[in-house]
């Protein structure tokens, strides 16, 4: 069955930097569309960052320049690189593996706090 486990979450200053890890198993990896989104208390989850599997990119306004997305075929493994932590940016933050349907992992709690 569809597998994605993300890792990598926890709790950070602002201005500090964590890096998102998702594994998936069961699907063939590199012909998905790679997603990261987030989920903040009371809020609407959002996209953050996808990934196409020739390796281009698209980030939200908010994270640009401060989020890097990448992928690794081989490892069946998308990052997510998060540099220059805001407390905004605190929320529960989710990989999906795009399809008609898609596949969730289970999410990774990043926390943002001064």
């Known amino acids: 069955q569809v597998q994605l486990v993300e890792s990598g979450g926890g709790l950070v200053q602002p201005g500090g930097s964590l890096r998102l890890s998702c594994a998936a198993s069961?699907?063939?990896?590199?012909?998905?569309?790679m997603g990261w989104y987030r989920q903040a208390p009371g809020k609407q989850r959002e996209l953050v960052a996808t990934i196409t599997r020739a390796g281009n990119t698209n980030y939200a306004d908010s994270v640009k320049g401060r989020f890097t997305i990448s992928r690794d075929n081989a490892k069946n493994t998308v990052y997510l690189q998060m540099n220059s932590l805001k407390p905004e940016d605190t929320a529960a933050y989710y990989c999906k593996a795009e399809s008609n349907s898609g596949y969730w992992g289970q999410g990774t709690q990043v926390t943002v706090f001064s």
């Open positions: 069961g699907i063939i990896f590199s012909i998905y569309t």
